[in-house]
C-alpha cells in the first residue's frame, strides 16, 4: 500500500451545470468537454451533498483523503496537524468556461457556521491561464444593495438587473485575483482559470436562466433563499476595491518563486508561480498541489526525482522536505495557509 509519497495525480473531471471542459482535457489529457468544465485537483472535498464525487484518486485507487487520514503527519506536517487536524485547508480547481458563469457567491465563515455546521466558509481566487480579449469578471455590486432588492431579482429572475449591479474588470492571462465570500460575482466565457479556495463546495445561486440546473430547488444549500441570501455581502465595491484584489501579471511573471495572492489570502491559502527559466527554483518544505503549465523539468525532493512536464500536477506531501523544480518549465504550486497565519473571517 502505497504511503505519503510524491506522486502523480489522474485526472479529476466531472459534469456540472454549465459548458466547458475541453481546454482542460487538453492540458490534462482527460476526456474535455462540452459539461465537464472542472476538475477538482488533489482534492479531499466532495461535491455538496454527493460524496464521493469530487475526492481525488491516488495511482493505487485510494481516495487522498483516506490516505491523509491514515499520516496526517507524513502529509501534511507536525505543525499544520497541530492547527488543522488532517484538513489540507484547501480545495484547487481547473474551470474551463464554456459559457458565463450564472450570479452566484458563497458564504463566509460565520455564516457557514451558524446555519451548515461548518467550520469553512468558501473564499477563493482565480489564476487566469487563459482568457479572451476584453473578457470581464464582475464581482461585488457597485452600489450598496438591500436584501430585499437583491431578493426581489432573485425571485424575479430578473439577471439582466443582477449582472448590470456588478461592479466588473477586465481580466488577462496570468491575472490574480481574490473573491471573498460573500461577495456575488461571475466570470465570462472563455476564461480558463486555476482556482483555488476553502475546502468546501458551498454555492448560492442568485440566477441560472439558461443554465442546466434548477436554482430554485438546489441554489440555496437547501436552506432556502430566505435564510441562504443572509450571507451575501451587500455593501459597495469600488474599482478601487477590486484593484486591490488583484495581482496583475506584470508582477507575477518573470524567473524564480513568486507569490500569486495579494496578502488578504495568506489565511485561507497560498499559490506560488515557479519559472525556472533562470535556473533551480527551491521552495520550502509543506503539502502542495503542483501544476506544471510550460514546459519540462525535474522535481527534486528527498524522496527522489521526478520528471514532470506540462499538464500533469505533482502531489509533494511534507515528508518529501525542502524541493526544487530544475529544467525548463513553469508551475503554480498550490498550498495551504501558514500554520501561523491569523483566521480569516
Not at 500500500?1 to 510524491?6: D, G, R, S
Not at 484547487?92 to 460565520?110: E, I, S, T, W
Not at 440566477?207 to 434548477?214: K, L, M, N, S
Request: charged share 20%; proline share 6%; with cysteine.
Amino acid at each position: 500500500m502505497m504511503t505519503a509519497a510524491v506522486m502523480m495525480l489522474p485526472v479529476n473531471q466531472f459534469d456540472h451545470f454549465y459548458r466547458g471542459g475541453d481546454r482542460i482535457g487538453a492540458l490534462r489529457h482527460g476526456p474535455g468537454g462540452p459539461s465537464r468544465p472542472e476538475e477538482w485537483i488533489g482534492s479531499t472535498t466532495s461535491r455538496f451533498g454527493q460524496a464521493p464525487q469530487g475526492y481525488s484518486v491516488l495511482p493505487d485507487g485510494r481516495w487522498l483523503v483516506e490516505a491523509i487520514d491514515e499520516d496526517p503527519l507524513a502529509w501534511l506536517g507536525a505543525k499544520h496537524v497541530a492547527r488543522y487536524g488532517s484538513s489540507t485547508e484547501v480545495l484547487v480547481k481547473l474551470l474551463d468556461l464554456g459559457q458565463r458563469l450564472p450570479v452566484h457567491l458563497h458564504p463566509n465563515r460565520a455564516f457557514a457556521k451558524t446555519h451548515l455546521g461548518l467550520s469553512h466558509g468558501k473564499t477563493e481566487a482565480w489564476y487566469v491561464i487563459d482568457a479572451p480579449e476584453g473578457a470581464e469578471v464582475g464581482v461585488g455590486f457597485k452600489e450598496a444593495m438591500t436584501l430585499d432588492q437583491v431578493s426581489s431579482w432573485v425571485h424575479e429572475r430578473d439577471s439582466a438587473a443582477l449582472l448590470s449591479a456588478l461592479q466588473t474588470k477586465v481580466v488577462h492571462p496570468g491575472d490574480a485575483m481574490l473573491v471573498p465570500a460573500g461577495l456575488p460575482h461571475t466570470v465570462a466565457d472563455g476564461v480558463f482559470v486555476l482556482e483555488l479556495q476553502e475546502p468546501t463546495d458551498l454555492s448560492i445561486l442568485l440566477e441560472w436562466q439558461g443554465f442546466a440546473v434548477d436554482g430554485a430547488k438546489d441554489g440555496h444549500l437547501d436552506l432556502g433563499f430566505d435564510i441562504a441570501l443572509q450571507a451575501v455581502d451587500l455593501s459597495a465595491v469600488t474599482a478601487a476595491d477590486l484593484d486591490q484584489l488583484v495581482v496583475p501579471a506584470a508582477q507575477i511573471q518573470g524567473a524564480g518563486l513568486v507569490s500569486v495572492m495579494p496578502e488578504q489570502a495568506d489565511p485561507y491559502f497560498r499559490a506560488q508561480r515557479i519559472d525556472t527559466s533562470g535556473g533551480r527554483v527551491e521552495v520550502s518544505a509543506g503539502f502542495a498541489i503542483v501544476l506544471v503549465t510550460e514546459g519540462h523539468g525535474i522535481l527534486v525532493t528527498n524522496l527522489g526525482s521526478f520528471e514532470v512536464v506540462r499538464g500533469e500536477v505533482a502531489l509533494v506531501p511534507f515528508v518529501a522536505g525542502d524541493w526544487a523544480l530544475e529544467g525548463s518549465c513553469v508551475a503554480v504550486a498550490c498550498r495551504p495557509p501558514d500554520a501561523g497565519a491569523p483566521d480569516g473571517p
